[in-house]
């Protein structure tokens, strides 16, 4: 392994920019030959497929940084896990939200919820009343048939009619509608997030934010909150924004009507359950949304965030849950995140990025090594929660202390229509019908590119979420989760 440092001539500047508060670090410039630096068979295979050597600067690295070396690719990590700072007594009050109602009296109790990690049944008494709710609700179902499982590859059909005059399928071309947030309005904010959890990594997460004055966006698990409810309490109680990411991790677009109904519905319940409000905030699991995903979503008062996408091939996706999946190694991750960066600064907006704190890895090169470089970038990132990135308090974020008259809800601008059912996606969709967040949405260019981004890489990762078997294909950079 190639190792140049340049720490001397940086560190300086970049510490007496930045708070105080925060601990020295060192700033280097390393050359990686990871074909070298792997130490571990697991990674052999994997690697074959990719380039063999990473070059990346490190601005700043955390002096309690896991070493990279130590960031495994596919194998299960050794580092220890640390408990939740604080467990809240039922009832308690959050402080972050001057309206906010107190904390349930109690968590969740399981076995009054559906499986974990499948897609709950649609025959429930909640299931029927969501379904009701939805179609009721005035907002325009689509008839979009559901795309097959596998991705751009086994769609053809779907693929050709993914632009913004079709479907609007994110997933293969990149097409949004101005009711997708995918960047922060303003240059240099970052709208930080994490997806998957909570984990029992989690909370080292959480400890490095306090720390170092970070806040998030969560984007939560159903079937990781009935887990470990208390967790999720830590991250709302502590200032993070917490939203919506499914109950058991689809594809949505594979999934009927009413099965994107009981993805969603279930995870509002649990999290209302376990924190007392409801989120107005979503992120379909790989960016997977169409239009009928959305109308479905808009129905049930939720707005899609994605992540920041310039081009086919420069997405703010750090591919960080490739580590874990075995497919890339932590320096192909800096190297993705340098990349991030750089394109950070070339924009005229904010900018939003795919991490995960579900995984130990994901964690790990977070807090040491992401984070770290974040918080010592020149010019300063403004890092936030997405919700206030959008110029927004923190109260936005949720259903029961949102102000209605500056953020309309989703359902709020709907013009009722006759039928949910009508037949035919008329070009009228309901993508586009919904104010979204008091028009800060400045990611309305919605692209016509249909190249086949994620072909035949949409392979149904979702076994990670059991922790099983992990089938990560090659051309890595293109999956997302
Ligand atoms: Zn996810």
Known sequence: MKYTALSALLLPALVSAHSARHHARQATTATYDYSAAFSNADTAAASSSLPTTVTFSLLSVNPTAVPLSEINTGTTQTQSTIAISTTYAGSSKPTWIANAPDLPPSLPIPTNYPTLDVTPPTDSDE???????????????????????????????????????????????????????????????????????????????????????IRATFFAIGSRIISRPAILQDEYMTGNQIAVHTWSHPYMTTKTTEQVIVELGWTKKVIKDTLGVTPIYWRPPYGDIDDRVRAISQAMNLIPILWTRISSTQTFDTNDWSIPGGSVNVYEVLDNWELIMGNSTKIDTGFIVLEHDLFEQTVDVATGYILPQA???????????????????????????????SNPLPLASVTPVSTYSASGASATSTGSSSSGASGSHSSGSSSSDSQSSGSSNLMAVNSMLLGIAIAAGAGAATLFL
């Open 375 to 405: 918080l010592a970038h020149q010019p300063k990132y403004n890092m936030t929660p997405i919700v206030e990135c959008l110029d927004m308090p923190l109260a936005n974020g949720y259903l029961e202390t949102n102000d209605n008259s």
């Open 127 to 213: 299931a029927q009343q969501w379904i009701k709710e939805v179609m009721d609700s005035g907002v325009y179902i689509p008839d979009i048939a559901p795309t097959n499982p596998g991705g751009c590859g086994n769609n053809t059909a779907a693929v050709a009619n993914a632009s913004s005059t079709g479907t609007c399928w994110w997933t293969c071309g990149g097409c949004t509608r101005s009711t997708d947030v995918s960047v922060c309005p303003t240059q240099n904010s970052w709208g930080v997030s994490y997806d998957d959890g909570p984990s029992p990594y989690t909370p080292n997460l959480l400890q490095y934010f306090d720390q170092e004055d």
